[in-house]
């Protein structure tokens, strides 16, 4: 339909810059558009900010947002104002003064959105309020929030169930980028939106690598990682604590690295700081836990590395999923031992949830480590675990792009599970490893284990290797951590089979160093390069020249660049080289507010390095 004709599409073109609906975008603004509740899932950078952007636009009233962080919201509010959208925040951030100016600006209808917190839109007052004017929607950003036992709780999110009592004509939809089946169910009941429409667009990041390796020292991984493949790129190495997160950082800034620390401990001032100079610079890695993340809407963030394990795979993706939201080119790297599986463990075990809930973590656990120890790809895995299915392999994973070698691993894991049960079943893998090498240790001595049937049998492989077999065991289920949280493993009922040889076992092969494997030397920046065709060193320059101007504009208006203009709308303008505003207001990305802002000032740079073609749209 002409965008003419077609409000919706009109919206789409003249103020975001896009020609099209992705997915199942069009979907959810017609069943919003007729006053529908919904339920939406999208991959992070799949565009679920429009469906709800652009209903609350063509709907009479104002459109309010639910979201969890300061940050977020006025970022996104920044973004929407530049492309000439009425639309504003009420947070901590803004004085008496400030929120009522908003409050009258609402009550007047010059807003189309409204973003605040959950604590706030549920204050008596802030109820009051907006009873007395038409509401467009209510759009509750980070839905997922509301599962008591995800990954990203926030209790305030509980209190929002509230809100079809007071507002029960007003369509109310909720948008995450990642629930399983049990988190969706929890979502739906606990907001009661039994009747919401299900919008499931799919999870697929197909523009994001998975790479996994086993932990060898993590601080030289991640430096090798970093520097064959990210050399100056925006990027968040997460980690378990808050100790590990410092560390880390400093290591980072004495390697010649633009790092910085985010942890809830730190000054709030502080924590606020390195935030804001990472949405704002390019180029800063940010080392942090997990209180960093939700609701990043940085889209150039080329990686995100995990130097511990995640709690979850829906943990694993949602944290993965900040990476490459413009759509170009980006890694998850991680890497992961025995220690991290132990750690998740005992903070499993000595949580306050009752033991039906403690059940689940345990399986989330088992698929975790079977993900990290899979032979097949890595994308297949991720999505069946999310109940996606992926047609053959990716080939843009590690798996993929280095088929995993086997080997018969009878005999070998006969010895070790054999060792566990000879020396009591209460031991770490370092110990263990000792006992089946035939090390003269001290403690082994002392314990009298050197006179052990399994002692010294294992001499014909190395410790990295027998480290690699109990990962294997404990991941397959074959051995399980003791539950007494002492960091020591024990044997399972599964066990029994392969002790007495009745069962065969396949190990998989871990290369020696999976980062200077033969087929992934191809580095992200050269794919980069090749996805955006810059056949012409010139091309490189204007890039180059591009990315500065808008680092100056962005500073002027004390805005993260990407909220001027995204790199996918840069790689545009090199690619076509427009000379006219008319051509500039055809590629992506570029609305009728933004092309009066900055189109002469775009085509300036291009014409500065003699790059202007005479093409039309």
């Not at 917190?117 to 802030?126: D, G, K, S, V």
């Not at 030289?220 to 990210?230: N, P």
């Amino acid at each position: 339909m002409d965008a003419q004709v077609d409000p919706a599409l009109g919206l789409l073109k003249s103020t975001f810059g896009y020609d099209r609906f992705r997915g199942l975008q069009r979907a959810v603004i017609d069943h919003v558009l007729a006053g529908g509740d919904a339920l939406v899932l999208m991959p992070t950078g799949g565009g679920k900010s429009l469906c709800f952007q652009i209903p609350a636009m063509l709907r009479r009233g104002v459109g309010i947002v639910v979201s969890p962080l300061i940050a977020l919201m006025q970022d996104q509010v920044q973004a929407l104002r530049q492309n000439g959208v009425r639309a504003a925040f009420i947070n901590s951030t803004l004085d008496a003064s400030q929120s009522g100016q908003v409050l009258y600006q609402a009550r007047q209808g010059a807003l189309d959105l409204l973003y605040m917190a959950p604590e706030r839109l549920l204050l008596p007052h802030t109820l009051e309020f907006l009873k007395s004017i038409p509401l467009a929607l209510l759009a509750i950003d980070e839905v997922h929030c509301v599962s008591r036992w995800g990954h990203d709780f926030r209790p305030d999110y509980l209190g929002l169930s509230v809100l079809p009592e007071h507002f029960p004509e007003v369509p109310r939809l909720g948008l995450t980028a990642t629930a399983d089946e049990a988190t969706r169910r929890e979502i739906l009941e606990r907001l009661h939106l039994q009747n919401a429409r299900l919008f499931v667009a799919g999870f697929d990041r197909p523009n994001i690598r998975y790479r996994l390796a086993p932990k060898d020292n993590a601080h030289k991984q991640l430096a090798a990682f970093l520097k064959r493949d990210h050399p100056g790129d925006a990027g968040i190495v997460y980690r378990l604590s808050r100790r590990k997160t410092e560390q880390t950082a400093a290591w980072l800034v004495e390697q010649g690295f633009n790092a910085l620390p985010y942890h809830a401990g730190m000054d709030a001032g502080e924590r606020l700081r390195n935030q804001q100079r990472f949405l704002r610079e390019d180029g800063v890695i940010m080392v942090a836990t997990i209180a960093f993340g939700m609701g990043i809407d940085k889209p150039d963030v080329r990686f995100v590395a995990h130097l511990d394990l995640p709690k979850s795979l829906e943990a694993y993706y949602q944290e993965t999923g900040r990476a490459g939201r413009d759509g170009l080119p980006a890694n998850a790297f991680l890497t992961y031992g025995l220690e991290d599986v132990a750690f998740l463990g005992n903070l499993m075990r000595n949580s306050s949830a009752g033991e039906q809930h403690k059940r689940l973590e345990q399986l989330k656990l088992e698929a975790l480590l079977g993900f990290c120890e899979t032979t097949l790809c890595r994308r297949q895995v991720l999505l069946n675990y999310f109940g996606e299915a992926h047609p053959g392999q990716c080939g843009n994973c590690d798996t993929c792009l280095d088929p995993v070698e086997t080997w018969d691993g009878l005999v070998a894991a006969q010895k070790a599970l054999s060792c566990v049960f000879r020396t009591g079943q209460r031991f770490g893998v370092a110990h263990l490893v000792n006992v089946l090498l035939g090390k003269e240790e001290t403690r082994l001595l002392a314990l009298g284990h050197q006179r052990l049937s399994t002692y010294g049998i294992g001499q014909e492989l190395n410790e990295r290797q027998w480290r690699s077999i109990y990962r294997q065991l404990l991941a397959r289920g074959f051995l399980e951590p003791d539950p007494q949280g002492h960091g020591g493993l024990r044997l399972t009922e599964q066990s029994r089979p392969v002790l007495r040889g009745e069962q065969t076992v396949y190990f998989r092969h871990d290369p020696d160093n999976p980062l200077t494997d033969t087929s992934l030397r191809l580095t992200l920046e050269r794919k980069r390069r090749r996805e955006v065709a810059f056949d012409d060193p010139n091309d490189l320059d204007l890039w180059q020249a591009l990315r500065a101007w808008r680092l100056t504009q962005a500073r002027e208006l004390e805005v993260p660049p990407y909220v001027v203009f995204h790199d996918s709308t840069l790689r545009d303008v090199v690619l076509q080289k427009p000379s006219t505003l008319q051509a500039l207001g055809g590629l992506h990305g570029i609305g009728k507010r933004k092309l009066a802002t900055y189109g002469e000032a775009v085509l300036r740079v291009v014409r500065e390095h003699g790059a202007a073609t005479t093409t039309t749209v």
